[in-house]
């Protein structure tokens, strides 16, 4: 079947690289006739799967979920204040495109969003595709199948509307793989919200209740935990996503906010969050923390029971990569670990003080997530080719360093994946899944939810908070569960995994001046307008 461009979408290979361990190992027939690979409904399952799931993580930058440069993480992460990649003389000035992120002073052309745009709208023209296919070959498979299948295929489609709602706002809704460029129109944000959540209350239901992180059957696919758990972020951010006008500085309240939930119930946005928490919690999958997160990311980390979705890798077997530690690390300490670095990406003074660092109070993640001050590798500190041993320097971090004393240490480094003595290609492919959704994230929207709506979120945010051996915790007394200290809460939990940027928008942190509130979305970028003339600049950008 022939695919029509739509959207400024790229011309889509009909070679893919796929991933997985099991069901996603194998190999749809690729380069062969569709009729001559189908001739049975596990052939067309897995041909309308598979390559689906081969773009989830990705080799090539700007592609993939996360673990390549110039695509959606870096839009969630260096356009939010957690962290940067500083100008460190003449390296990383990249146009300016990471300066642009961390000033909030992007422009139409901005690369991360071009690429943002059209990976989701690769992958949503992918799904529509899978969709016809599987129409085409229904013959072959039982009621259960068709049901099953189709079902997962519309759930990766509305985990891409969840990211767009979140980093474009009003966005096309595109169901179909025939429609024509001229039939494409812009859905308001509030279209977009309701088309995702539509989409997954009824899909979920149909979708495996088990785990995706363990390696088998399941691997990396959307069961119905994973659904849940966009489904709360939906409800979470329900008071953003459903707003046509976010510059006017008026939100909807999220207690007025009816949704209707899986079981025909509406209920409103907070305590939506807390149905689909519960369900992840009571599912059979059985989630439970870890006794500690490092165990959320370390090398060969399947089996960590807080790992709700993640993008599986193995230096061999996929070619998913993982660029963000590589990308962090001083040249020299990369070396020094068998990976090589680019010396880029660090914490910024912001985060240095949520975490406390340098003071009494420190959090003990803060040595989990970072490396600072003098490096040790294996016990010894780590001497440079000019003989001074490696020594970041956080609290010296600028946008800017060009000139400074400190232009290749300032900055604490990554350190939330645990060293993979096993990785290769410069430590970017390796053991470690790459982890887009856990657990922790769970209790601390539970809480968040229940304190939004008036009710006390204090056992949820502890679960959290007391995690780890409290001689270890700089927690010398307990901390309220109020929204202050959950924002900064789920800044130290979850530094490094992509959700800051949403969290600040939430928060009303992300913009100081109300005429600034355009920033809260990224433009539509001029590419796709010029392409189709139906395309409406978001406000702001025109």
């Given at each position: 079947?022939?695919m029509?461009?739509?959207?400024?979408?790229?011309v889509?290979s009909?070679?893919?690289?796929?991933?997985?361990?099991g069901?996603?190992n194998?190999?749809?027939?690729?380069?062969q006739?569709?009729?001559?690979?189908i001739?049975s409904?596990?052939?067309a399952?897995?041909q309308?799967?598979?390559p689906?799931y081969?773009?989830?993580?990705?080799g090539e930058?700007?592609?993939?979920?996360q673990?390549?440069?110039?695509g959606v993480?870096?839009?969630?992460t260096?356009?939010?204040?957690e962290?940067?990649?500083?100008v460190?003389?003449g390296?990383?000035?990249?146009?300016?495109?990471?300066?642009?992120?961390?000033t909030?002073?992007?422009?139409?052309?901005?690369?991360c969003?071009?690429?943002?745009?059209?990976?989701f709208?690769?992958?949503i023209?992918?799904?529509?595709h899978s969709?016809?296919?599987l129409n085409?070959?229904?013959?072959?498979m039982?009621?259960?199948?068709?049901?099953?299948c189709?079902s997962?295929i519309?759930?990766?489609?509305?985990?891409c509307?969840?990211?767009l709602?979140?980093l474009f706002?009003?966005?096309p809704i595109?169901?179909?793989?025939?429609?024509a460029?001229?039939?494409?129109?812009?859905?308001e944000?509030s279209e977009?919200f309701?088309f995702?959540?539509?989409?997954?209350?009824?899909t979920?239901?149909y979708?495996a209740?088990t785990r995706?992180?363990i390696r088998?059957?399941y691997?990396?696919r959307?069961?119905?935990?994973?659904?849940?758990?966009?489904l709360?972020?939906?409800a979470?951010n329900?008071?953003?996503w459903?707003?046509?006008n976010w510059?006017?500085?008026v939100?909807?309240?999220?207690?007025a906010?009816q949704?209707?939930?899986?079981d025909?119930?509406?209920?409103?946005?907070?305590?939506t969050?807390?149905?689909y928490g519960?369900?992840i919690?009571g599912?059979?999958?059985?989630?439970?923390l870890?006794?500690?997160?490092?165990?959320c990311f370390?090398?060969?980390?399947?089996?960590a029971l807080?790992n709700?979705?993640?993008?599986?890798?193995?230096?061999?077997?996929y070619q998913n990569r993982?660029?963000?530690q590589?990308?962090?690390l001083?040249?020299q300490?990369?070396?020094?670990?068998?990976?090589?670095g680019e010396n880029?990406?660090c914490?910024t003074i912001e985060?240095?003080?949520?975490f406390?660092?340098?003071?009494?109070?420190?959090d003990?993640?803060?040595?989990?997530?970072?490396?600072?001050d003098?490096?040790?590798?294996?016990?010894e500190?780590?001497?440079?080719s000019t003989?001074d041993t490696?020594?970041?320097?956080?609290r010296?971090?600028?946008?800017d360093?060009?000139g400074?004393?400190?232009?290749?240490?300032?900055?604490?480094?990554?350190n939330?994946?645990?060293h993979?003595?096993g990785a290769?290609?410069g430590g970017?492919l390796?053991n470690?899944?790459?982890?887009?959704?856990?657990l922790?994230?769970?209790y601390?929207?539970?809480?968040?939810?229940?304190?939004?709506?008036g009710?006390?979120?204090?056992t949820?945010?502890?679960?959290?908070?007391?995690r780890?051996?409290i001689a270890?915790?700089?927690?010398t007394t307990?901390?309220?569960?109020?929204l202050e200290?959950?924002y900064?809460?789920?800044?130290?939990?979850?530094m490094w995994?992509?959700?800051h940027?949403?969290d600040?928008?939430r928060f009303?942190?992300?913009e100081e001046?109300?005429?600034d509130?355009y920033?809260?979305?990224?433009?539509?970028?001029?590419?796709?307008?010029?392409t189709?003339?139906?395309?409406?600049?978001?406000?702001?950008?025109?």
């Open positions: 079947m022939k029509k461009k739509s959207l400024y979408i790229f889509l009909a070679i893919f690289v796929f991933h997985g361990c069901f996603l194998e190999e749809p027939g690729s380069g006739p569709e009729e001559t690979v001739r409904a596990e052939a399952i897995k309308a799967l598979l689906l081969s773009r989830i993580g990705s930058d700007g592609m993939g979920l673990g390549t440069y110039f993480y870096d839009l969630q260096f356009a939010s204040n962290a940067m990649i500083p460190r003389g390296d990383w000035w990249d146009g300016g495109v990471w300066m642009d992120l961390y909030h002073s992007w422009a139409n052309d901005n690369e969003c071009e690429n943002a745009w059209l990976y709208y690769q992958l023209g992918l799904c529509n969709l016809a296919l085409k070959y229904e013959t072959y039982s009621e259960s199948q068709y049901v099953t189709q997962e519309r759930a990766i489609r509305a985990m509307y969840v990211y709602v979140d706002g009003r966005v595109i169901r179909s793989d025939t429609v460029l001229h039939d494409i129109r812009q859905s944000r977009v309701a995702a959540w539509d989409e997954l209350t009824f979920s239901k979708l209740d995706s992180n088998g059957e691997y990396g959307i069961t119905r935990p994973v659904a849940h758990f966009l709360m972020k939906l979470l329900a008071e953003i459903t707003d046509d510059t006017d500085g939100r909807p309240d999220g207690k906010i949704l209707e939930c899986d025909h119930v509406k209920r409103n946005a907070w305590e969050v807390v149905y519960n369900a919690l599912s059979d999958a059985g989630y439970e870890c006794n500690s997160r490092t165990e370390a090398a060969y980390n399947e089996n807080e709700i979705f993640t993008i599986p890798m193995n230096p061999t077997m993982f660029k963000n590589f990308r962090s001083h040249y300490h990369g070396d020094a670990l068998g990976y090589g880029g990406s914490a985060t240095l003080d949520v406390g660092y340098g003071t009494s109070q420190q003990c993640r803060f040595a989990e997530d970072f490396f600072a003098v490096v040790h590798i294996e016990g500190p780590l001497v440079l003989g490696l020594v970041y320097y956080p010296e971090v600028k946008i360093l060009t400074s004393p400190y232009v290749a240490t300032a900055g604490a480094r990554m939330k994946y645990a993979d003595p290769i290609s970017q390796r470690n899944d790459i982890v887009l959704y856990r922790a994230d769970v601390l929207m539970i809480a968040e939810a229940k304190v939004r709506n009710e006390d979120g204090q949820e945010f502890d679960l959290i908070r007391l780890e051996p270890l915790n700089w927690m307990p901390r309220d569960a109020t200290n959950i900064y809460e789920r800044w130290m939990e979850l995994e992509g959700w940027r949403q600040q928008i009303d942190k992300y001046s109300a005429s509130q920033l809260t979305v990224f433009p539509i970028p001029q590419n796709a307008i010029q189709n003339n139906n395309l409406q600049q978001n406000k702001g950008y025109e």
